[in-house]
């Protein structure tokens, strides 16, 4: 698994250029493509921190995987 994102959510921060979740992941394993955030997921390592910034809650990491 990996992070997963509610586009229904996402307000793309505002329209930011670089979003708080793009910011956030350590691991570069967000981007944003054609307007919208996207995870590649064989990088994400299910960490939460792009969920833990998200001011709109759209991104859900599944809790079994959470690493800290
Ligand atoms: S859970 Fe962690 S590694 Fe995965 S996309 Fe979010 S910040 Fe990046
Ligand atoms: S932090 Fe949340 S609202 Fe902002 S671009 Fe990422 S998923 Fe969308």
Same mark, same amino acid.
């Given at each position: 698994?990996?992070?997963?994102?509610?586009?229904?959510?996402? &307000?793309?921060?505002?329209?930011?250029?670089?979003?708080? *979740?793009?910011?956030? +992941? $350590? /691991?570069? =394993? !967000?981007? %944003?493509?054609?307007?919208?955030?996207?995870? &590649?997921?064989?990088?994400?390592?299910?960490?939460?921190? *792009?969920?833990?910034? +998200? $001011? /709109?809650? =759209? !991104?859900? %990491?599944?809790?079994?995987?959470?690493?800290?």
């Amino acid at each position: 698994m990996a992070a997963q994102i509610d586009l229904e959510k996402c &307000t793309m921060c505002g329209g930011n250029v670089l979003p708080l *979740c793009v910011e956030a +992941c $350590p /691991d570069l =394993a !967000i981007r %944003v493509q054609d307007d919208r955030v996207v995870v &590649t997921e064989f990088i994400c390592e299910d960490c939460n921190e *792009c969920g833990c910034v +998200c $001011p /709109d809650r =759209a !991104i859900t %990491v599944p809790l079994e995987k959470v690493t800290f």
